[in-house]
């Protein structure tokens, strides 16, 4: 049967039917693919499915989505379309169907003509049970016509989110879908994804046309992932993530790197201590499949990769999954961070982050989301006649790339159209409104990422919140880095100073007669500006959500047209509980672990320098301990103080407190290690102000 993967052992289902056998779906499961019993939520798909019935199925990855639709596609009798997004994802579950001895078929654009041929006449010969395709093949010529030859017993799309212009891969091939399926009716049409948000979940049953579709939206929750959020500037992560992984028990691993770039050069430094390889979509074929059979096998314990890396990816014990840089959506993140724990032992996603992040997904933005006008320009020159693609690009006055984006939105928001050999026509003239409305929504999806690392609420409610589950969001997950700061093993934290507990007293007082105060309102109430910046009271808040004294809530408000954010703060029944005569115990983030250990730092007091148990150094100090060159630098710092002050248009104490100018002068540090160690220098102002106070430091 040419490229078909089949085996002597091939079930010949064609006899089953579906009203028969829908009582004996377990007899199925068993048989077919050796399972005892179904996962949590897979019957009641499977029955719906065999029914006929439209569906959309949105469950996390590792949950048995695509049992969903291969044992309904079996029991309903003849061949399922299965179409799906990645090359690596669909000869992974063809390997899979063909080694239960199913007779299945691919086509995708690393196979050869005559193997897809091939392919071909044995799906019109009725020979096949899966036949797997890229959505690109439907713009083929015929293609479409040649399928719709055969009565198919279903039509299951994989990795939905794609069809949405408002998910996170959105894929223009994936868009175009809905206008080919009514001629592949009456088939059911199953929609499945791992990440889809109620908007996305709309979409895709728009864009697809399903008709009355069977909704099933389950099990966001997973109860073994301990997320932990660090901001750590970027030339530490390198590090940090070296020695996170030279533990055995950390490992197999994967590290998501924002750029190929990236990519390799974690790998290589990786790899001189740990069998690790770099994976993305810049690489020649063959060599990422040998790195992704070896991960499987075991042979590599860490792949560091691009996005691209992961989507059908069936290796149970990841037991790490690191981002080395902010992710673009909250969607993206979680599928990623789902790879890891699939077998339900405990694991942990670690996210680093800083502004640097920030900077880097706004020129991606921009990029991604081309001026109007470049659009208009490209869109003013088709017209109702065909024309090459490279024709066109050489009237613009854009440059390759630039065209190339432009035409791309244009196709995309139904300004131009593509065939398959590259000639384009003019589209509809409303594309201008639907491009504005997703370049403003992919804005906000970055910025839902970064609320999402700032806040200090239970990390998987936020998630679980995120994808339409309210019900199940109420429940804290107890592992993450906000629920259980003490398991954390890069965050690092301390106890609280006196000053920080009377400033938490000051504000549980203050809240305690209102229902809530805003944030901003709240720090100028109490005059804590004047004491602490606004990240260090963030820093505070956050320790007393983590003590279960007050929540926070995101809000907003409309003045002047504009949409205003802010948060509101309000006690807790524990908050209100709690009187001066109890001193508080409040947990502050003060960085990063710097040995890959992990939990909580020693208590720290003026004018005592102590190293704990993970290896960090905290310093403080006063200016009646420092030496006769500690003074002259603590002189120094202060003029660069104030220069830098005035500069910012900030008060001094926003640049630096007083205690960590004096510990600075004292530790003299000598690179951006030994400077994370003195007491009030976070990653965030050592990448912000850490040269200049390395050179101030370096003066004799």
């Not at 009456?186 to 009355?212: E, F, H």
């Not at 499949?289 to 992961?310: K, P, S």
């Not at 100090?621 to 500069?647: F, I």
């Not at 990448?687 to 200049?692: N, T």
Request: glycine share 8%.
């Amino acid at each position: 049967m040419g490229d078909a993967l089949t085996s002597p052992r091939a079930k010949d289902c064609s006899l089953l039917t579906p009203s028969s056998n829908l009582n004996h779906l377990s007899s199925f499961l068993r048989e077919v693919f050796g399972f005892s019993e179904f996962r949590a939520n897979q019957e009641a798909v499977c029955r719906s499915a065999v029914k006929g019935r439209d569906l959309l199925l949105v469950m996390p990855t590792g949950s048995g989505k695509s049992l969903c639709y291969q044992l309904p596609a079996i029991v309903r009798g003849g061949t399922a379309l299965v179409i799906s997004p990645l090359i690596a994802l669909m000869e992974d579950q063809a390997t899979k169907l063909a080694a239960l001895g199913l007779r299945v078929a691919r086509i995708h654009s690393a196979m050869d003509r005559a193997a897809s041929r091939q392919a071909c006449v044995d799906y019109l010969k009725g020979q096949l049970q899966f036949l797997f395709i890229a959505p690109e093949r439907l713009r083929v010529p015929g293609f479409p016509e040649m399928l719709a030859k055969q009565r198919l017993s279903l039509i299951a799309i994989d990795e939905a989110h794609c069809i949405s212009q408002w998910g996170h891969d959105f894929r223009p091939d994936y868009r175009m879908l809905g206008q080919y399926i009514p001629t592949l009716r009456p088939a059911p049409v199953l929609a499945l994804t791992a990440t889809a948000t109620p908007a996305v979940q709309a979409d895709i049953v728009a864009q697809l046309g399903l008709a009355n579709p069977a909704r099933f939206i389950h099990g966001f929750r997973r109860d073994n992932l301990a997320i932990e959020v660090v901001e750590t500037p970027v030339p530490e992560r390198a590090g940090a993530i070296f020695r996170l992984l030279a533990d055995r028990a950390r490992r197999p691993a994967i590290v998501y790197a924002p750029s190929r770039r990236m990519a390799e050069q974690l790998a290589e430094e990786l790899a001189v201590r740990i069998p690790a390889a770099a994976y993305h979509a810049g690489l020649e074929a063959e060599r990422r499949e040998r790195v992704q059979a070896a991960f499987q096998a075991g042979e590599l314990h860490v792949v560091v990769a691009t996005i691209a890396f992961g989507m059908g990816i069936d290796k149970a014990d990841i037991r790490t999954v690191i981002h080395a840089g902010l992710p673009a959506t909250l969607e993206g993140y979680y599928q990623e961070i789902g790879r890891a724990g699939r077998d339900g032992e405990a694991s942990r996603t670690i996210l680093m982050h800083s502004y640097a992040d920030q900077r880097t997904h706004d020129f991606f933005l921009t990029r991604d989301y081309p001026p109007a006008a470049d659009l208009e320009q490209v869109f003013r020159l088709l017209g109702e006649d065909a024309e090459p693609l490279e024709d066109v690009r050489k009237k613009s006055k854009l440059s390759e790339e630039a065209f190339a984006k432009a035409l791309e939105k244009l196709e995309i928001h139904g300004g131009a159209k593509v065939d398959f050999i590259g000639n384009v026509t003019r589209g509809r003239t409303g594309w201008k409104k639907t491009y504005a409305v997703q370049a403003q929504f992919r804005a906000e999806q970055l910025e839902k990422v970064l609320r999402f690392t700032e806040s200090s609420a239970c990390r998987m409610a936020q998630l679980v919140r995120h994808f339409g589950d309210e019900e199940d969001a109420g429940r804290a997950c107890g592992v993450c880095d906000v629920c259980d700061p003490v398991g954390a093993v890069l965050k690092l934290f301390r106890r609280a100073t006196a000053a920080e507990r009377d400033a938490a007293q000051a504000i549980a007082d203050e809240l305690r007669a209102v229902e809530y105060k805003a944030t901003g309102t709240l720090q100028r109430n109490l005059e804590l500006a004047g004491q602490m910046s606004r990240k260090e009271f963030d820093g505070l808040l956050a320790a007393m959500i983590r003590a279960g004294l007050i929540d926070i809530e995101d809000a907003e408000y409309e003045k002047d047209g504009e949409v205003r954010r802010f948060r509101k703060v309000r006690l807790t029944e524990r908050g209100l509980e709690i009187r001066r005569s109890r001193p508080l115990e409040l947990l502050i983030a003060d960085g990063m672990v710097q040995d890959g250990g992990g939990g909580l730092g020693p208590k720290t007091e003026r004018g005592v320098t102590r190293t704990g148990k993970q290896g960090r150094t905290k310093a403080v100090a006063g200016t009646e301990e420092l030496s006769p060159d500690g003074a002259a630098l603590a002189a120094r710092l202060k003029e660069w103080r104030t220069g830098m002050a005035k500069q910012l248009g900030v008060p001094a104490y926003v640049v630096l407190h007083d205690r960590t100018l004096y510990a600075l002068a004292q530790a003299r540090p000598r690179n951006p290690r030994e400077m994370l160690g003195v007491d009030g220098m976070g990653p965030a102002k050592v990448e912000r102000f850490g040269a200049a106070l390395l050179e101030l430091c370096g003066q004799e």
